[in-house]
């Protein structure tokens, strides 16, 4: 009886010890991207700097938004990993997990800066705030707005919000394993959040302000009692700010517009 009491207060520190870190890591994320970020926003047409610089943000970044809509995921496999160890099953390193999970952001996040460095090569003039830039920012915040009301996103919502279903029906063994769920885990986020970093990229990558309104988003619809209700008041708001930002971006708060930049970058 004493062994176990000893293993249920060992696992309980743990556990204690594992979100103090998650926590902590996001509070130093937010730190760090509010340090390299201020005063960098320039609304639609902010530069994304070279790819080394861009990366490290963009990671840092993911890591401030989505680590306090991920902790319940990371907390229950860092929990079933450990009763596994107990019953001498082999250990799966929680890291493992997480940085496959990270490293679908990382890939979306080098998809953004491709479709970027391909619309600025052109130059055309014609995503130029000025010209239709407007109008393609509101269109796809409107877009996002609508997806939010699609059975994809319905889909991968309810799997962010059931992390026991997905471990114990999509649970694998072995450092592969770990991966591969990290990656899957990965793969539902970025179904279910792609239209928010959108509206992100849409307003300003480099808002602080954007950014933290996001962020509250996507924990709000993941971790909230009844976030899964959220979808048509959070699809409504974003089609009506598409539709201000197209019409009169002056009275978007926290929106700078480009004065005469070449073009809109999205």
Not at 90 to 97: D, I, K, N
Not at 107 to 134: E, I, K, N, P, Q
Request: proline share 4%.
């Amino acid at each position: 009886m004493t062994a176990r009491a000893a293993s249920s207060r060992s696992a309980s520190f743990n556990a204690v010890a594992r979100a103090a870190v998650l926590v902590g890591a996001a509070l130093a994320a937010w730190i760090v991207t509010v340090a390299r970020m201020r005063g960098m926003d320039v609304g639609p047409g902010t530069d994304l700097g070279g790819l080394g610089w861009y990366l490290g943000i963009w990671v840092t970044m993911m890591a401030a938004m989505m680590l306090p809509s991920v902790a319940p995921m990371v907390l229950l496999f860092a929990n079933v990993s450990q009763e596994r160890e107990i019953l001498r099953i082999r250990h799966l390193p929680t890291w493992t997990f997480v940085a496959a999970y990270f490293a679908v952001w990382t890939a979306v996040g080098l998809a953004g800066y491709s479709v970027y460095r391909l619309v600025t090569s052109f130059d055309t003039g014609f995503l130029a705030w000025r010209h239709a830039g407007a109008y393609v920012a509101g269109a796809a915040i409107a877009a996002a707005g609508i997806y939010e009301l699609t059975p994809l996103k319905r889909a991968c919502l309810r799997h962010c919000r059931s992390p026991l279903h997905f471990i114990a029906t999509g649970w694998r063994s072995g450092s592969l394993g770990a991966l591969r769920m990290g990656a899957e885990h990965g793969a539902y986020c970025v179904g279910c959040c792609w239209g928010l970093m959108a509206i992100l990229f849409a307003l300003g990558v480099m808002s602080l302000l954007w950014m933290a309104v996001v962020a509250a988003v996507i924990f709000a619809e993941k971790v909230l009692p009844g976030g899964h209700r959220l979808a048509v008041p959070f699809a409504v708001a974003f089609v009506v700010l598409g539709l201000v930002v197209a019409v009169a971006a002056g009275h978007v708060p926290g929106l700078k517009q480009p004065d005469g930049a070449p073009a809109m970058h999205m």
